[in-house]
């Protein structure tokens, strides 16, 4: 640990198969106007609905519904959510779905009664709100992005082909999140697959930034061993529930602010994958796992140390005798070899992304420097012609 | 993870060089009548109650002292800082110290308003308080215990010969933790060899136990590697400011519930020692030191696999070729030699503790049943017997 920060997280988490009894308990404690957030309707399908329903009602929540939140929220969508949180007058949001219903439904509450635009306000010049904020909850039916646990809020401006994260601070945090990993069950593989890569990537943003002896990597690299092993056995048996369950646990805990304390941190994948979301409307996950070994192999010299330093921490890499270069390649190459195991898309051509968009999805991925590299734009043209 | 649980921890971290400037705006949040508790007096010497009183004093606080908490905190002292939280009518409680002083304070914040005698309340039928409870926070001078982001609040009745540790909930965890490593580099090597001790015991106390697969094994494995190497550089140059960071950083995520979380915990260790340091007052990581190697060899054939794991995983024993036996061997062999190298105390008569007080000391030990045998009065004694 070198650098200084400050550690704050607010978020309950009730998790494991009875976690749901405890909402409206939670939502009480916010009010009674609640507004419902969720996606397409599979929770109509699989029960949660009525889960939360049977809690709603029993705690005497005025319920209103929005439905229709898209994997990729869009900036017209926030704008339609806000009015309603508006509207209504709510006392709470509760989002229930995966990280796109949670990112939107902090998105809606810092934008109900913001005065200015939104958009121009927290996804350009980055600000924190200034008005009053509507408190958020949310019930987690699919894993990956962590948005349980954390301010992230990822919207995409389609107009302006732009997909960008904002990240709030601990007042737009879920003041609780519903974790029951059954109710993930009914994701289907390819969903899950693309979480659990996710997952994975929030893990190696943070991990590969830095040289310092930092106890934030050393969380990283446990937290990875568990992803790797819970990984290939819930690919094997989906309703796995000790699988699915420390899948769950770990994607919460990778990216809740705590393994990137005291460090650095690069995050260029993700803003490669989401110039590709931007351009594709491709599941986020399949967009980090598309560009990632190419990535990772550019950056590798400039990072040699902590490559080594990951093939033989998380993938147990045998170094006797070999070069600091070939023990890295090991490493990617065991990475490469449990991401074709658990399914994951491997280049970008299988997410519709053709030669001609390059130029335009370069244009769209912002260049950071908190990674082993400062990508130049054609670098990062590179590794796209690379990821095809 | 398995078992169906509740994460919450609202304690806000403010870690490193700096961190002391939170600690006014931090206070002023919970009112202006402040309780400053520290120990004997060394933070007058090394600075820290100058920074301390130069917070306080900006925010505009008016400040009761209490000091003379002694390593051991006992039944007396704590009814004593109960009748002069209450007879100021303090708005919230300051501990600057280390585990000793913040666990004091948590258990004065309970016992201030509370209508019954606090020891048979919190102490003997472990329930929580019913009464007004002080709002508490900390700055920390000495790492090991965790107690700056639990509620853990350990109090010796000497009367009765007995140390015991009450766990209160969120409430009485401490709201803010003031986290400057440098203000740990002028506490004497013993005592922060027996502070690292007392953070490798936490750790282990959670991992050994179940055999399930869960995230939270694997997150105190990366603890433990982080620790080990950071403790060996910390007693080479007790200045190393990255290594006294990391353990520091390392003690809190510990011991506040984090990798105890979805598995039973054992703890059995902590209850002879607790024993030991009733009978001797003796400092507590060297009564954990002092009986581990012992307690741990006899446990082994009851939890050979996870002793084989933590052989190949924490301590990175190479496994070719040998049986499951060879390998834990090795594992407590590697602990043994880490132990002595960083000069913990390796046995009972170290502290004074003679044959004929084992009786004593076995009568003081309460057997617990999470850990992978439950133990008998005699394998007490047995282990007792080895460790002198």
Redesign the interface.
């Known amino acids: ?10 978020t ?8 749901v009894s ?1 909402l409206g308990g939670e939502v009480s404690k916010y009010g009674r106007k609640v507004l419902l957030v969720y996606g397409g309707g599979s929770i109509k399908r699989n029960g949660v609905y009525d889960d939360v329903m049977a809690q709603l009602s029993l705690c005497g929540a005025d319920v209103t519904e929005l439905s229709g939140v898209m994997p990729n929220p869009t900036y017209e969508k926030l704008l339609e959510g806000a009015g309603v949180a508006r509207e209504h007058d709510v006392d709470f949001i509760l989002g229930v779905g995966g990280g796109s219903v949670v990112d939107y439904c902090k998105a809606v509450a810092a934008s109900a009664w913001c005065e200015e635009d939104p958009w121009e306000k927290y996804y350009v010049r980055m600000e924190e709100p200034s008005c009053r904020v509507i408190p958020v909850g949310c019930v987690l039916t699919m894993v990956g992005t962590g948005s349980e646990m954390n301010g992230g809020a990822v919207i995409t401006n389609v107009e302006k082909g732009l997909k960008v994260g904002k990240v709030f601070g601990p007042a737009l945090f879920p003041r609780f999140a519903i974790l029951n ?1 059954e109710y993930t069950f009914t994701v289907p593989v390819y969903q899950m697959v693309a979480g659990i890569f996710d997952v994975m990537s929030h893990i190696m943003e943070q991990y590969f930034s830095g040289e ?5 990597d ?6 990875m ?2 992803l790797i ?2 990984s290939v ?1 819930a690919v094997k048996d989906p309703h796995d ?3 699915r ?2 899948i ?3 994607a919460t ?1 990778a990216l809740n602010t ?1 393994i990137g ?2 460090k650095t941190e690069d995050w260029e994948v993700h803003m490669i994958g989401q110039a590709v979301g931007a351009h594709t409307d491709a599941t986020h996950g399949m967009t980090l796992s598309a560009v990632s070994l190419p990535y990772y192999r550019h950056i590798k010299p400039y990072g040699l140390k902590k490559f080594v330093r990951f093939a033989e ?1 998380v993938w147990d890499v045998d170094a006797a005798g070999m070069s600091d270069d070939n023990i890295a390649d090991k490493g990617l190459a065991a990475l490469k070899a449990w991401m074709i195991e658990i399914g994951v898309v491997m280049d970008l051509s299988s997410l519709g992304v053709t030669a001609d968009m390059l130029d335009a999805i370069a244009d769209s991925t912002f260049l950071l420097n908190g990674g082993y590299k400062i990508l130049s734009r054609e670098e990062v043209i590179d590794i796209l012609k690379e990821s095809l």
């Open positions: 640990m070198i650098g200084d920060f400050t550690y704050e997280n607010p309950v988490l009730h998790f494991g198969k009875d976690a405890s990993p310092d002896d930092n106890t934030s050393y969380i990283a690299e446990g937290l061993r568990s092993r819970s056995a529930y000790e699988a369950s420390n769950m646990w770990t805990w705590l304390m005291g921490n």
